[in-house]
């Protein structure tokens, strides 16, 4: 209970991590350089690698002349890709080596959706790094897309906009979700379900590892009489988990599961960051970080 309260704490408070470097072991002022590092899970599937590009794009244009580096939290990913021409860095390897190459100023932001367990990690990691000496003069992390009721409502308007236009209000949607067992952030996805709802009421939002399970949602649409579910992924990518646990010909994916309980089923394979909309939520939560830097 402790621990939680803490970690609920550190999420309301300010997300200020380092300053007082500004001077190098001589006394010498550094020419500031600024540097933004992408912090995302990664993928291993080369559509879903495209949509992180294209975000890279979209930054690139909001901050031009910044230097852009990505981290891929995921040892798994990292691995996977390094047999391939391409390899990624994981974040603390990314900003040891932005430290080496002098960079002063470096904003972080979380590709993930909810503050959750991988997110606190990468706060934990970037504190450190604030707290070196002779390191950045301030290294700040940005929110990931979910911090606020605000973003809430702005995601949630993105998600409906594009839903396929071929949906009838009668049909419903049903979003993705990654979900966290072990992190009271996983209360971001019945708050989602409760914003989504009152925009549409068929929408809903379910989770792969956390609540609510697809078990949760399968009632309310039971009760509905709907007939057929849009499957649409709500993380950053279409990867591993919306092409296999949820379009997946798996007898459990979501699609499968859907299918034998007699519903009609169509699957999107969009990731929120493809969503013009959904990106540009993550693009404030940037410039709010660059804003402490002036
Ligand atoms: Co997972």
């Known amino acids: 209970m402790k621990r939680r309260f803490w970690i609920m704490f550190s999420?309301?408070?300010?997300?200020?991590?380092?300053s007082a470097n500004s001077y190098g072991?001589?006394?010498?002022?550094r020419p500031e350089k600024r540097a933004i590092l992408l912090a995302a899970f990664g993928t291993t599937v080369p559509e879903a690698q495209k949509s992180l590009d294209q975000m890279t794009d979209r930054v690139k244009q909001a901050f031009p002349g910044v230097e852009i580096r990505?981290?891929?939290t995921s040892s798994i990913v990292r691995k996977k890709l390094s047999k391939k021409e391409k390899s990624f860095d994981?974040?603390?390897t990314a900003l040891s080596k932005l430290m080496d190459e002098g960079y002063t100023h470096v904003a972080v932001l979380s590709l993930h959706t909810i503050p959750g367990e991988e997110?606190?990690?990468?706060?934990?990691?970037c504190r450190l790094f604030g707290q070196m000496s002779g390191g950045f003069e301030r290294i700040?992390?940005?929110?990931?897309?979910?911090?606020?009721?605000?973003?809430?409502?702005?995601?949630?308007k993105a998600l409906i906009k594009h839903i396929p236009k071929e949906r009838k209000p009668e049909d419903a949607v049903l979003f993705m979700g990654h979900g966290s067992e072990h992190h009271p952030a996983d209360a971001?996805?019945?708050a989602m379900n409760q914003v989504l709802g009152d925009m549409d009421s068929n929408v809903y939002v379910a989770t792969v590892e956390g609540h609510p399970t697809l078990e949760d949602i399968l009632p309310k649409l039971e009760k509905k009489n709907i007939k057929k579910v849009y499957l649409m992924p709500f993380m950053a990518v279409a990867g591993d988990h919306a092409r296999n646990d949820m379009a997946g010909d798996e007898p459990d994916s979501w699609k499968s599961v859907l299918k034998k309980k007699g519903f009609g089923c169509e699957v999107v394979l969009k990731g929120t960051a493809d969503y013009p909309e959904v990106v540009d939520v993550w693009l404030?939560?940037?410039?709010a970080v660059f804003s402490h830097f002036k």
């Open 25 to 29: 072991a001589h006394g010498e002022k």
């Open 70 to 72: 990505w981290g891929y």
């Open 188 to 190: 971001m996805y019945p």
């Open 140 to 156: 700040m992390v940005a929110w990931p897309l979910l911090s606020s009721h605000q973003d809430m409502v702005s995601v949630s």
């Open 11 to 18: 999420l309301l408070s300010v997300i200020l991590l380092a």
């Open 284 to 287: 404030d939560h940037l410039r």
């Open 90 to 92: 994981s974040p603390e």
């Open 119 to 125: 997110f606190h990690d990468l706060y934990r990691n």
